[in-house]
């Protein structure tokens, strides 16, 4: 890793700060937003699968009256159905529901959509196009925190020795 490398993540970061910044999607009315406890058990729901209102209970370490009352609140919003659960037909499954689906995309989009759409008008589409392909390449090179770390571990002057 060269300065020319060091200097281009700096800017980078720096841009993207900034584009953050001057992007970021704002909710003047909360009323309107999905609250932060929704958005976390139906992101772990939509992670995890449907599950019933005991294993839920158990996935989230809280009563199943409290549970159930949310998760009540949240089919009557249209966010989460219940279906019978295929091996047994005792059980219900809990599952976000298309509604549920795009109220939690909403949720956890950070970037405001309308006005990254309104600044895109000024690339072409060619322009547009390289630079989600510059993004995409930057994205899949970035190293895991393992790699990283390896990466950055000092490296011995003798080699070990494998054997025992």
């Given amino acids: 890793m060269d300065e020319q490398d060091v200097g281009f993540a700096r800017e980078f970061g720096a841009l993207y700060r900034e584009l953050y910044r001057v992007a970021v999607r704002r909710i003047d009315d909360g009323r309107d937003k999905v609250s932060a406890e929704t958005t976390a ?3 772990h729901l939509a992670q995890a699968g449907p599950m019933t209102l005991s294993e839920m ?3 989230f370490g809280r009563a199943m009256s409290t549970l159930s009352a949310k998760v009540a609140a949240l089919e009557s919003q249209g966010w989460l159905t219940r279906q019978p ?12 529901s298309a ?7 909403e949720a956890v989009d950070v970037l405001d959509t309308r ?3 309104v600044a895109a008008e000024v690339l072409d589409p ?3 196009m390289a630079l989600l392909q510059s993004l995409r390449q930057l ?5 895991t925190p393992r790699v990283a770390a390896a990466a950055a571990a000092p490296v011995s002057s003798t080699p070990e020795d494998p054997r025992p």
């Fill in 85 to 96: 659960d295929p091996a047994d037909a005792r059980r219900a499954e809990i599952w976000l």
């Fill in 139 to 143: 994205i899949a090179a970035v190293p």
């Fill in 57 to 59: 209970a158990q996935h």
């Fill in 99 to 105: 509604a549920g689906h795009a109220a939690l995309d």
């Fill in 115 to 117: 006005r990254l759409a």
């Fill in 41 to 43: 058990l139906m992101l």
């Fill in 126 to 128: 060619a322009q547009r």
